[in-house]
């Protein structure tokens, strides 16, 4: 469905010539991705990507890797095949992707980017469930930030592969503030994931208890690439990946509300797939 809205391609730094809306029903006129300015202080603003299809049952708010920003084709990929699903996606920009650098944030400023964003998710699409996360430092900066203080309105986190360690220094370390977060939580994983030890990231599910969900990817990599010689293609295995999300995300809103709190652990229960 066309809207005139102008698109964002992989190789355009968002935000510096793209019409930007901030407009919640223009934003939600079509399936398009929307460009639109998030304002995180009176210092610093991002660019982000509101796409809403019609009859929407939630909206994830989806955070970059550490290498590449919100317009990367994985990312592209991800949003397009959400909104086939009725899921709507935010994605955004964090500061240093947005300035092209390649050094990260501090996590500071990371997490109130990730606080940003959830609030105009929240303030675009009202109506509709959140949901927050991201691929891989994006995951880890939403659980960070969710940890240190609950995002407000969001019921579930979501992960696109969690960056539990550095290639080849296998530790459980960057997953003990997960411990945190009393919301379920979805962690999609590569079999062959080297920043996840999958030892290591099933031990982490278990001791998170039932606010954990993980999903496993036979023979996908950090980037859920799998090799040809499985016979699947790095399109099924997104698109097994994207049922599980949505699946997933549809049991935690038909879930009982007390399930949502956010606050306490009571009542939580695993959601499909392990």
């Not at 016979?231 to 097994?240: I, L, W």
Request: hydrophobic share 40%; with cysteine; charged share 20%.
């Amino acid at each position: 469905m066309g809207c005139g809205a102008p698109r964002c391609g992989s190789n355009h730094r968002c935000g510096k010539a793209l019409k930007t809306t901030n407009d919640p029903d223009k934003a939600m006129s079509c399936a398009s991705p929307k460009p639109l300015t998030i304002t995180i202080d009176d210092a610093q603003r991002v660019s982000g990507l509101l796409q809403a299809p019609p009859e929407a049952r939630g909206c994830y708010v989806l955070a970059h890797g550490a290498g590449a920003g919100m317009a990367h084709p994985f990312m592209a990929a991800v949003a397009n095949g959400l909104a086939e699903r009725r899921i709507a996606t935010l994605r955004y920009q964090f500061p240093y992707m947005e300035q092209g650098s390649r050094r990260p944030d501090a996590p500071r400023l990371a997490h109130a980017t990730v606080r940003a964003a959830v609030v105009e998710a929240s303030r675009l699409v009202p109506e509709l469930v959140l949901f927050a996360g991201g691929k891989s430092f994006g995951g880890r900066m939403t659980s960070q930030a969710q940890a240190a203080l609950p995002l407000p309105g969001v019921r579930g986190l979501v992960f696109l592969g969690f960056p539990l360690h550095p290639a080849g220094r296998p530790s459980d370390e960057r997953g003990k503030h997960l411990f945190e977060v009393q919301l379920p939580m979805l962690f999609l994983q590569g079999t062959r994931d080297e920043l996840a030890t999958l030892p290591l990231v099933q031990s982490l599910a278990e001791r998170l208890g039932a606010r954990a969900t993980l999903k496993l990817f036979q023979d996908a990599d950090h980037s859920f690439h799998v090799p040809a010689r499985t016979g699947r293609n790095d399109s099924e295995v997104r698109a097994e990946m994207l049922d599980g999300l949505a699946a997933w995300i549809q049991m935690v809103i038909s879930a009982p509300v007390a399930y949502h709190d956010g606050r306490n652990d009571k009542g939580l229960h695993p959601g499909p797939g392990t």
